[in-house]
């Protein structure tokens, strides 16, 4: 294919982004678009732009994700992350404790295992044995998040996601969450499910969505916008279609990134702010 432009779209959560949070998101966005976007100037696939973009926003501590997470009823983390390619090959971990990259972990049972998804002890183990470093919860989990749990506080953080286009045509999509706070154990959100946090089709485009998961998980939120744009329409008006359909069919909130298989790029949520960003062209925005 010529005249591709390769593109990196990402988002840090759609939520009401409390006010005094709003430039350690900006900075952090900006840190992991620039991340990303090395990796996809210099030739890189859009499989590790999506995981090293990602990894940077779980090590930041300023997301729902990785070092961020959000802790469930009884003060535990269970994260959910899933990698998909154009290709349709995808990797998810449910419920996985206390790994500081799941989207890593997602990405390894993509590579190494002939299933999709793998979760709680099984997820654990497999990212044991792949030589990834578990971390205690007290060191994992910021004094933010400790302290927000324990409080009761209503401040929300949210799910991390990223879509590429690297320059040789192909798409993928990340998304690593620590689900809702307080959520009770075992619940699984949309964000490691296929078509419902995630989806990426080389034939359409690729999605990434955050916000209320049982709601994304009842429309089939990204593959719902992924399909959107076989009927021509833009990717921003798909991702609007997404959107008004969550609403009215679920009185769900939140937002969607979506980038088409030509690189357009489409963003659109219901709630009071979405962390968003992308770069193209050596070009980076950001917006919260
Ligand atoms: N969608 C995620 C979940 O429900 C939460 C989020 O996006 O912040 O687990």
Redesign the pocket.
């Given at each position: 294919m010529n005249n591709i432009s390769p593109t990196l779209a990402i988002h840090g959560?759609?939520?009401a982004i409390a006010h005094t949070t709003v430039d350690d998101h900006k900075k952090a966005l900006d840190a992991a678009l620039k991340t990303g976007w090395e990796i996809l100037n210099s030739g890189g696939s859009a499989i590790d732009c999506v995981e090293k973009t990602i990894n940077s926003m779980e090590d930041s501590g300023v997301?729902?994700a990785g070092k961020g997470c959000?802790l469930n009823e009884k003060g535990e983390v269970e994260m959910?992350a899933l990698v998909m390619k154009g290709d349709l090959s995808a990797g998810a971990v449910a419920a996985l404790q206390d790994f500081p990259n799941p989207i890593s972990v997602a990405r390894r049972v993509m590579e190494k295992t002939p299933h999709v998804m793998l979760v709680g002890e099984g997820a654990f183990e497999f990212a044991k044995k792949q030589g990834f470093k578990s971390m205690h919860i007290r060191e994992l989990v910021s004094d933010r998040e400790f302290h927000s749990w324990k409080n009761n506080h209503e401040m929300?953080?949210?799910?991390v996601?990223a879509v590429a286009l690297d320059a040789k045509g192909n798409l993928a999509q990340g998304?690593s969450?620590?689900?809702?706070r307080g959520?009770m154990t075992g619940?699984?959100?949309?964000?490691p499910i296929i078509g419902a946090?995630g989806y990426c089709d080389d034939e359409t485009g690729g999605a990434s969505?955050?916000?209320?998961?049982?709601a994304?998980m009842k429309i089939m939120g990204c593959k719902t916008a992924c399909d959107f744009l076989k009927t021509k329409n833009s990717a921003q008006k798909a991702a609007e279609k997404t959107i008004s359909l969550l609403e009215k069919r679920t009185n769900g909130k939140?937002?969607i990134i979506l980038l088409s298989k030509t690189g357009d790029i489409g963003i659109a949520f219901n709630t009071a702010r979405m962390a968003r960003g992308y770069a193209r062209d050596g070009k980076i925005v950001v917006e919260v």
């Open positions: 959560g759609a939520w997301f729902d959000v959910d929300h953080f949210g799910t996601g998304t969450t620590g689900g809702t959520k619940r699984v959100g949309d964000s946090g969505a955050t916000g209320q998961g049982e994304f939140g937002g």
